[in-house]
Structures are given as C-alpha cells and as structure tokens.
C-alpha cells in the first residue's frame, strides 16, 4: 500500500530513505525528526535506527505496483542528496520515478551543492519535479543550483519560512510553496515576509501554494493569506526551460 499523505500539496509519500542530519538554521526543529523518534518509541521497524540515516532497498520499487496515478513526495523523511546516500542508490530511486510513469515525484533537497554536482550522473524522468527548501535570503544559492537542473518541473518550498527573502531568483522556477513552521518551539512567520513572496511569484506568473501559517497548533492558525487559500499548482504542459 501506498502511504497517503496529509501533506497538502502532494497526494503519497514514500520514503526509501528515514533518517537525516541537520545543515541549516531551517532544520532546527525538524518535523521529520520528531516524528522518527515517535515511530522508534512505538516500536516501528522502519524507525530501529531513530532519526539515523537508513536505506530500505526493499522499498526501491515499491511506487512501481501503485496504480492509481498520484503526486508522490519522495523521501518526506529524508533527503535523498544527503551526502551519505550513494549514487548508486539514488540511480535506483530515479529509476523506479522513470518505470513508474503513471505517477509524478516530488523530490525537495536542502543540498543542493550535490544536486548540482550529480546532474549529469543521473537520467531525469518526465514525471520528477525538482525542489529546494528555502527558508530566508541567506539560503536562495539553493534556487541557483536548481536552476541548472534539467527536471521538468522546479519548484521552492519557502518552509519554514523563518525570515524575509526580499529577492528570488525565479526565471527558471515553475512553482512556488510557502509555509510557516509547526509544532514545538515554531518561530513565528510575519504577513509581509508572505506577501513579499507573493508578489515575486505574482511578477513571474509562477503558481503560489499557500500550506499554511504553523505554529505550536497549526489547525487553528488555518492556511488563509488575505482571506484566501492559494492552492496553485502547475500544470501539465506548464514549463520554463533554461
């Protein structure tokens, strides 16, 4: 079976890859983190190690058997650049993406040096949509490696967005997240640091999905920005190439 998501801008996830380790300031209060020590104390095997970095070849093909055609966000618990994953075992996950065509993945990296340094190692499928988190000005290098990405679709994930980013480099980008932090400890995300945002992807025509405000209880903080819920994706034909 697949694990569907409540994750708003995807419809699966899968996870061939659980465990991480912290890089950014945007990683201090990891979600997946907290919910990989959770799943440990509940006694799931897939969790034996924590939030240690653990592969599970025998999930590789999984998304292969799934029929229903799905948006599927690889690696939710993960990254799958992490610089202790080898290439080889990337080369299978782009694999399975290209086989499984009847789906598009949704891939989110914070490293995207090594994404930039693999790009002509590995083949990109049709259906893969390229991401990198960003979560204030100090981190938009990331959107410059992934830039040069031939994937067919590129899109940022603003989350958490911590601070403001009063400029993006969006001429190759097709799609544009935005998402206060959650959970214990969230630090707060100011209107105009969205509004700003907004705009940047307003001069650009890029689709905007508004996931929400966070904070320690996220449901009562909802996903209104201006009294309106943004769920912009693009669409199928829709594509900027370098």
């Not at 300031?25 to 020590?37: H, P, Q």
């Not at 229903?68 to 994953?85: A, G, Q, T, Y």
């Not at 002509?120 to 992934?146: A, H, T, Y």
Request: proline letters at 6%; a positive charge.
């Amino acid at each position: 079976m697949s694990q569907y998501s409540s994750i708003e801008w995807t419809n699966a996830t899968w996870n061939p890859v659980t465990g991480c380790s912290k890089i950014s300031v945007g990683c201090k209060n990891c979600y997946a983190e907290r919910m990989a020590i959770r799943l440990q104390a509940m006694g799931n095997k897939r969790y034996k190690n924590g939030f240690s970095l653990t592969l599970h070849e025998d999930l590789l093909r999984k998304p292969i058997y799934w029929s229903k055609p799905r948006m599927i966000f690889v690696n939710s618990m993960s990254d799958l650049f992490h610089e202790d994953i080898p290439l080889e075992f990337i080369n299978e996950v782009f694999k399975t993406i290209s086989i499984a065509d009847q789906h598009i993945f949704q891939i989110l990296t914070k490293r995207s040096n090594r994404l930039v340094k693999l790009i002509n190692k590995l083949n990109w499928p049709e259906n893969l949509w390229m991401g990198v988190s960003v979560e204030n000005q100090s981190s938009i290098n990331r959107i410059r490696d992934l830039s040069r990405v031939p994937a067919r679709i590129r899109f940022i994930s603003c989350e958490p967005l911590i601070g403001p980013i009063k400029y993006l480099p969006l001429k190759y980008i097709d799609w544009v997240i935005l998402g206060g932090e959650s959970g214990p400890g969230a630090r707060p995300m100011k209107a105009k640091w969205v509004e700003d945002i907004l705009f940047q992807s307003r001069e650009y025509e890029i689709p905007f999905f508004f996931k929400q405000w966070g904070g320690v209880r996220k449901k009562s903080t909802g996903r209104l920005f201006n009294g309106k819920i943004y769920d912009e994706m693009p669409m199928p034909n829709y594509h900027q190439t370098i």
